[in-house]
């Protein structure tokens, strides 16, 4: 009720516009004025922007919360993203190399293992999506898994024993805090075969050894990848260690010396500064090096095969890839699994250069050595690697010209 005369009592919501419109113009006035406006207009102003949808848009798409993934997978959709950043470090012919289909989406990407280190730095770059994204769906699964454990407390009578809050917090799932996986973190890590790995790839171990306490084990006159790192050296560098100690092993007790000899040969073509370690085994048996027609190739690996398992022991056929396929079927159940994990089981391993590296047999047949080489330096470095894999004996079956280093 108002008397004769009264004006309406202003609801709360007019004072409140009422009250801010005074505030928005002292504010003007102090800005004007080159004086700071007073802290709770500040305050309030932010909450106002933060709250419009339009604020909300303009930051999404300004820094909108990526994955590593997401963002590998945009920046090589697009060639101008490629050349944007990559200018001054790639030229023309390698920034084209780069770019590829986006798909529809992360999950569609056909990811390579080169990528995985891309994706792993850029995850370090960015962090956890999470950590960006807005709390409201954990705390309202909090609000659930209370009340879920409240209904519990009452249904089994345990009022009193106790709490709603304590049963969640005891067996409730904390999936919804923390989904994105966070990076390990290791107290000491040991790398086998580390003459493969790129510098992309140590700067992911060095991320999960934060003490970069490591123990590496590796050859560089192994090193058949392209890319990996070359020396100790480039890879402390990327793995951020200041300090190590290095041992280097002199004595070879697996290869006999008799097998090592034209192995060696092979190394100082590729890595002529390094010194190969020292055969102490002598067997009296030199590997048989047999020249056939194509025709006559597969025939003559069987052969070798077969002698090897005459010997006793495990034996092993080594192919290039694309003579891997008509290998196995020429030699039928003696390679039976060849392509798979069970191909180790068989009478005779059939097994590709890249599927030998860090295994060894009794007796090895090595098919078409040229091929494996190839061209370049790393194709030499896995040759010495099949070279290197027998432990008794070791016959060289080819059709082709033999590398120059093997004649």
């Known amino acids: 009720m108002r008397g004769p005369g009264e004006a309406p009592a202003a609801s709360d919501a007019e004072s409140r516009r009422r009250q801010l419109n005074s505030e928005d113009r002292a504010a003007a006035a102090a800005i004007a004025t080159d004086r700071e406006p007073e802290a709770d207009w500040v305050d309030e102003l932010r909450r106002q922007i933060r709250r419009r949808q339009e604020t909300r848009e303009i930051l999404e798409r300004t820094w909108p919360v990526l994955s590593g993934a997401e963002l590998i997978r945009d920046m090589t959709g697009f060639a101008a993203l490629v050349r944007s950043a990559s200018n001054g470090v790639l030229n023309a012919e390698e920034q084209r190399l780069l770019v590829r289909d986006r798909g529809p989406d ?36 909090d609000v659930e898994s209370l009340e879920a454990a409240g209904r519990v407390v009452e249904e089994l009578g345990l009022g009193g024993m106790v709490s709603a809050s ?52 590796g ?18 560098e990327a793995v951020g260690a200041r300090a190590s100690s290095t041992a ?67 034996v092993a056929v080594i192919t290039p890839v694309e003579l891997q396929r008509p290998l196995g079927a020429a030699l039928g159940d003696l390679v039976a699994g060849w392509g798979s994990p069970d191909a180790l089981d068989a009478d005779v391993a059939l097994v590709t250069p890249t599927e030998a590296k860090g295994l060894e047999f009794d007796h090895v047949v090595l098919v078409e050595p040229s091929a494996m080489a190839g061209d370049g330096r790393a194709g030499l470095r896995l040759l010495y690697v099949c070279l290197t894999r027998a432990t008794s004996t070791l016959a060289v079956v080819h059709a082709r010209t033999l590398p120059e280093a093997l004649r």
């Open 248 to 314: 280097t092993l002199t004595v070879n007790y697996r290869t006999p010396a008799e097998i090592m000899e034209p192995a060696v040969r092979v190394l100082k073509v590729t890595a002529p500064d390094m010194t190969p370690p020292e055969a102490v085994r002598h067997t009296g048996v030199y590997p048989r090096f047999v020249s056939v027609s194509d025709q006559d190739l597969a025939s003559a690996v069987a052969s070798e095969a077969r002698q090897g398992t005459a010997e006793g022991g495990t």
């Open 106 to 141: 992360v999950a569609s990407m056909a990811w390579s293992e080169g990528d995985l280190a891309l994706i792993d730095e850029a995850d370090g770059l960015l962090g956890p999506t999470d950590d960006a994204r807005p709390r409201r769906r954990a705390a309202r699964d």
């Open 219 to 236: 050859d560089f006159g192994q090193a058949s990848r392209p890319g990996a790192a070359d020396s100790w050296e480039a890879v402390l």
């Open 166 to 217: 304590e049963i969640a917090r005891r067996y409730g799932t904390e999936e919804h805090v923390t989904p994105d996986e966070p990076i390990p973190d290791y107290g000491h890590i040991l790398v086998d075969e580390a003459q493969d790995l790129s510098p992309m790839q140590w700067r992911m171990i060095g991320r999960r050894s934060p003490a970069r306490s490591l123990t590496l084990v």
